[in-house]
């Protein structure tokens, strides 16, 4: 089934309120398998293997079931016992930093 | 030169038939390496792979190139560059060793082409040490830079710096019975979620130092005497070399205190991705079999971390190991299945 919404990659950097509307995908070239005390995340095109903490890592997989990355905050907020306003930011912070490295992509339907 | 489907048929009759890193290997009868096993079990039920002595041809493909060739490894010491490895489609990986020669191994790792130095009479010690870990690698398997042998049908692997007593220990579990699979590298294989260690060369090579430690039982017991290049003692173990399912991977670490054994139950992958061999090979294929390899250590809790005092005696160490693994009990049931052929006792 085709991704809804349009690839952000050639967009202008989301906003936070955009980007919590927007879906988070691992491309095919990347991969990651998860450890006691982190997870590894291979970007297979590059070569380059990226160790996230555990937390992290916990954040990619809720965030790869997601339909948006909006919806996974409060699935972690109580999985962690946390506010959603920290996890939000906590997610956000991520996800820019897993865009920036190429590890994922996002889809954003502007009509959402 | 011949095609590589008539060489297969002319192979039978002529080669040398061994195993090695999971490989069965045909190797033309005049080259001689030593260590190798004649395993009837190899990872993948496949033509073996050619071992060919062809100047001409190896010349003749390599300087054919329309592309540059991309450096995938470069190995120096100081300014002088001891080893390279280079890429190019279609002929594959050139591995260029000082003083060895130069072997041009196929993308398919199935065809390994030697154009030896011919300065060097042991110039075959170069398949052994970095070539056929290298087809190894490209076939599908992952070497760990690690010695290894089998005690009680399970292998233990001893992985670590070099100088960090990997060869020392193998050596005192060889001499009290233990069968040695391999000095320096061991080719590891997932099969269903269970890893597989297969044999490499059993030349077994010593420090002096740990050599005149050895009483002559000790030694006569780890082998055949053979050459004794630069400071090490060299001893062919021989055996058949079959596979046996790892059952652990002791990451040896040099310290001031110890010694000391410990489970890591959280061990780091980047540690075990540190202690594979080869990293001229960075296709998707294979770093993807690397990270599923490591992964089944990790899961499988067969990573322990030994630590030792420089010059510590070997032995002392095994026993160390041998109360552990006495300690764990038989392990978990090993079941084996899969596309490649199993090894005994499974």
């Keep these: 089934m085709p991704e809804q919404g349009a690839d952000t990659s050639t967009m202008p950097p989301l906003s936070d309120q955009e980007l919590l509307k927007a879906r988070a995908r691992l491309p095919q070239h990347v991969v990651h398998r998860s450890f006691v005390a982190e997870t590894v995340v291979l970007n297979l095109r590059t070569g380059k293997y990226h160790g996230l903490n555990p937390t992290a890592g916990r954040m990619l997989e809720v965030l790869e079931t997601s339909q948006t990355i909006g919806e996974a905050v409060p699935a972690l907020a109580t999985e962690y016992g946390l506010e959603q306003e920290r996890i939000e930011r906590d997610l956000l912070s991520l996800t820019r930093g897993l865009l920036e490295r190429g590890l994922i992509v996002t889809t954003y339907d502007e009509t959402s | 030169m011949t095609k590589p489907a008539e060489r297969h048929t002319l192979a039978g009759e002529t080669d040398d038939h061994r195993t090695a890193f999971g490989l069965t290997l045909s190797i033309d009868r005049r080259i001689s390496i030593p260590g190798l096993g004649r395993s009837a079990f190899a990872a993948f039920d496949r033509p073996p792979s050619q071992v060919r002595l062809d100047e001409g041809e190896l010349q003749h493909l390599w300087s054919s190139l329309e592309t540059v060739p991309l450096r995938a490894r470069e190995l120096r010491l100081g300014d002088e560059v001891l080893l390279t490895v280079d890429f190019a489609e279609p002929p594959g990986y050139l591995l260029s060793a000082k003083d060895f020669g130069r072997v041009l191994i196929s993308p398919t790792g199935d065809d390994l082409l030697c154009e030896p130095d011919p300065k060097n009479g042991a110039w075959a010690n170069i398949l052994a040490a970095q070539a056929l870990p290298l087809a190894a690698t490209i076939r599908g398997l992952e070497v760990f830079h690690a010695s290894g042998v089998v005690l009680d049908g399970r292998a233990l692997l001893f992985a670590g710096q070099p100088g960090a007593g990997k060869s020392s220990l193998a050596a005192a579990f ?25 044999a490499g060369s059993t030349v077994l090579q010593l420090r002096a130092r740990e050599h005149e430690r050895l009483s002559a039982q000790d030694r006569a017991s780890l082998g055949e005497i053979t050459d004794s290049p630069f400071d090490k003692q060299r001893y062919l173990s021989g055996g058949i070399g079959d596979p046996a399912p790892l059952g652990r991977i002791y990451l040896l670490e040099r310290s001031a205190g110890g010694p000391s054994l410990e489970r890591l139950d959280a061990v780091s992958p980047f540690d075990l991705i540190a202690s594979t061999f080869n ?68």
């Design chain 2, 174 to 198: 060889v001499k009290e019975g233990a069968r040695l699979l391999s000095d320096d590298a061991v080719a590891l294989q997932l099969m269903d979620g269970e890893l597989v260690a297969h």
């Design chain 2, 279 to 346: 990293l001229s090979v960075r296709t998707p294929a294979r770093l993807l079999n690397q990270l599923d390899v490591v992964s089944a250590i990790a899961s499988g809790r067969l990573a322990y971390r030994l630590r030792v005092q420089p010059h510590i005696d070997a032995t002392k160490l095994a026993s160390i190991v041998r109360e552990s693994l006495a300690a764990d009990g038989p392990g978990p049931a090993v079941t084996m299945s899969g596309s490649g052929q199993q090894p005994p006792g499974l």
